[in-house]
């Protein structure tokens, strides 16, 4: 491979790896929250079951992705999953404590499969639109795209799923120290929904809204904003664990 595209595949991976970064870490604080109830033990399997549900389907879906193109039901699915989670935690806050105990570990793990499916949608098609403007190699195709691309793509997915595996921990942890943070979460569960949503609404099979607008920086700024809003907001109002007065003997 020449210098000047050796350097200009190197320039766009950096910045797939930041994309997948950030998208990822949208993956990770909706496993923690589906994961959270869970007693400790489980809840590790579940979040290494969803870090390898995660794998497996971005992989797949870079296998398909020619496919995916034309197949918005599952972003749309995700969307709205992620909005009536969020949605029914807000609104029947009652009751949140009774949904929990009675979700089984299947069903979380269950859950978690949804998410993850329509979260690898998003990043693989986030991933192609960035690099499939890259010029072509003389490493042939591979799932049906140069094979250059698709590695630049499957380094993007692994980086990314090195995020979810140490922030999905993190939110986990935050989450049980802080447990009044989890309406703040929710919040932040509802609008990746709506993200999910908007890049529903762009996909070009409906093209109900402008894919350059839900690419661009003016959505991006407004959406991440939004993001910090709440999560310093819900931060900020939170309160930290109560602990239980020791016994006196």
């Known amino acids: ?32 929250i589906m994961a959270k109830h869970l007693p400790e033990e ?54 949140g404590e009774k949904d929990k105990k009675g979700k089984s570990y299947r069903m979380t793990v269950a859950q978690i499969a949804l998410a ?9 098609l986030a991933a192609v639109a960035l690099v499939i403007a890259l010029p072509d190699t003389p490493m042939g195709d591979i799932g049906g795209m140069d094979g250059a691309q698709f590695i630049v793509i499957l380094l993007g997915a692994v980086a990314g799923l090195i995020v979810i595996r ?12 802080r447990p009044s943070l989890e309406t703040a979460a929710m919040l932040l569960v ?17 093209h109900i809204i402008s894919h350059e607008f839900v690419e661009g920086p003016i959505w991006n700024t407004i959406f991440w904003s939004v993001m910090l809003l709440i999560a310093i907001g819900g931060w900020f109002l939170s309160k930290g664990k109560i602990e239980k007065p020791r016994e006196v003997k």
């Open 166 to 177: 140490f922030a999905a921990g993190f939110f986990v942890k935050i989450l049980t120290e």
């Open 116 to 124: 993850d499916i329509a979260f690898a949608v998003d990043s693989i």
């Open 42 to 95: 489980q809840q590790k399997k579940a979040i290494n079951i969803g870090l390898l549900l995660a794998f497996i389907f971005r992989i797949g879906a870079i296998f398909i992705i020619s496919y995916l193109f034309h197949v918005w039901q599952v972003q749309a699915i995700g969307a709205a999953y992620l909005l009536f989670i969020a949605l029914k935690h807000l609104l029947k806050k009652d009751h």
């Open 190 to 206: 509802g609008w990746v929904g709506v993200k999910l949503l908007m890049h529903t609404l762009a996909h070009p099979s409906l």
């Open 1 to 32: 491979m020449e210098l000047s595209l050796l350097l200009e595949y190197s320039w766009v991976l950096i910045i797939l790896i930041l994309l997948e970064g950030l998208l990822s870490a949208d993956n990770a604080l909706v496993l923690a």
